[in-house]
């Protein structure tokens, strides 16, 4: 299995950034796409960014402009800047991976980290 690790959740004030982090861990394993999803409070859940293994980028419209997403291969790590804040980002992020087991060639499977909570004040 693939287990993933998020950090850097928190408070902010509407206009601040911050920065999530999400690190992958196992073995014979290759990472396809990364990205992340957020859930609101009574809201659908929703597909904030996603990066593919060739490095292009994807964003939902309501943050284009000001999340920029990242990924550094040498550390199984996707990353998710934040920049001028809105309190409609409040949510729970999760990240996820899609992967392929060595053993298991073809095969695609996701793994989500834990949540990160995001919380924008007025």
């Known amino acids: 299995q693939v287990q993933l690790v998020e950090s850097g959740g928190g408070l902010v004030q509407a206009g601040g950034s911050l920065r999530l982090s999400c690190a992958a861990s196992?073995?014979?394993?290759?990472?396809?796409?990364m990205g992340w999803h957020r859930q609101a409070p009574g809201l659908q859940r929703e597909l904030v960014a996603n990066?593919?293994?060739?490095?292009?980028?994807s964003y939902a419209d309501s943050v284009k402009g000001r999340f920029t997403i990242s990924r550094d291969n040498a550390k199984n790590t996707v990353y998710l800047q934040m920049n001028s804040l809105k309190p409609e980002d409040t949510a729970v992020y999760y990240c996820?991976?899609?992967?392929?087991?060595?053993?298991?060639?073809?095969?695609?499977?996701?793994?989500w980290g834990q949540g990160a909570q995001v919380t924008v004040s007025s």
């Open positions: 196992g073995t014979n394993f290759k990472i396809n796409e």
């Open positions: 996820y991976a899609d992967y392929q087991r060595y053993l298991w060639l073809g095969v695609i499977t996701r793994s």
């Open positions: 990066i593919t293994g060739g490095d292009s980028t």
